[in-house]
């Protein structure tokens, strides 16, 4: 990089030692002094910090990681650095990160807070992840589908509508539904409690119309 001369809009980095006049190509450290401006410093983004072992990603084209780097790798398809837990264990969506996210609308990729993979593949700042899920939310904002494993509330959900009957003008109706787990259009039987996916099991679901006569359906 060639050295900065003084002049209108050209930014002169300087080290500490200002009354030496001591001017530099932009690095870690000065030329002259030998003056070490910050514990990291990336020649691409030219980004000085303190070291927490944070690396630069090419293909993501920041510094986009707070690391060690041999924690996480780059998802092609998603073009995010993800943590290596989630290699061949995740849904990809291609440029997920270049999303905003889906609560705060701010933007995912360039964000110093870290991103929370959904089941479903699509992102969410891991803070606003944590403050939806605190208030008993446990959908996807987008898809709607299931972000978290709710076979045992669906299990506790099966016992209560069993030991809840409801008023005889009801016990024969059914209602169709769309599940936002598996995406099946079904028929189930109504119950104020909840709606049964009758393929996965998921009360996960969408009411499509009112309750009809079990008869009339057949």
């Given at each position: 990089m060639a050295?900065?001369?003084p002049g209108p809009g050209v930014p002169l980095l300087t080290c500490p030692h200002y009354s030496r006049s001591c001017r530099l190509k932009v690095k870690k450290t000065c030329e002259n002094c030998k003056t070490v401006f910050g514990e990291y410093y990336c020649d691409t983004c030219h980004?000085?910090?303190?070291?927490?072992?944070q690396y630069h990603c090419?293909?993501?084209?920041?510094?986009?990681?707070?690391?060690p780097k041999d924690?996480?790798?780059h998802c092609v398809k998603c073009n995010l650095c993800l943590a290596t837990h989630l290699r061949g264990n995740h849904k990809c969506v291609e440029n997920v990160s270049r999303q905003n996210c889906p609560v705060c609308m701010e933007d995912i990729h360039t964000s110093r807070i870290g991103a929370h993979v959904l089941t479903?593949?699509?992102l969410l700042h891991k803070t606003c992840y944590e403050m939806l899920f605190n208030k008993g939310a446990y959908r996807c904002p987008l898809c709607m589908q299931s972000a978290v494993d709710m076979t045992k509330y669906w299990e506790e959900l099966d016992l209560e509508i069993a030991q809840t009957a409801m008023p005889s003008d009801y016990q024969n109706m059914v209602v169709k539904i769309m599940c936002n787990d598996c995406?099946?259009?079904?028929?189930?039987?109504f119950h104020v409690l909840g709606l049964k996916c009758t393929g996965c099991g998921s009360y996960n679901t969408a009411q499509?119309?009112?309750?009809?006569?079990?008869?009339?359906e057949q």
């Open positions: 050295e900065a001369e980004l000085f910090d303190v070291d927490k072992k090419p293909p993501c084209g920041i510094c986009s990681r707070i690391g924690d996480f790798f479903c593949g699509h995406q099946l259009h079904s028929t189930t039987p499509d119309g009112g309750p009809i006569s079990a008869q009339g």
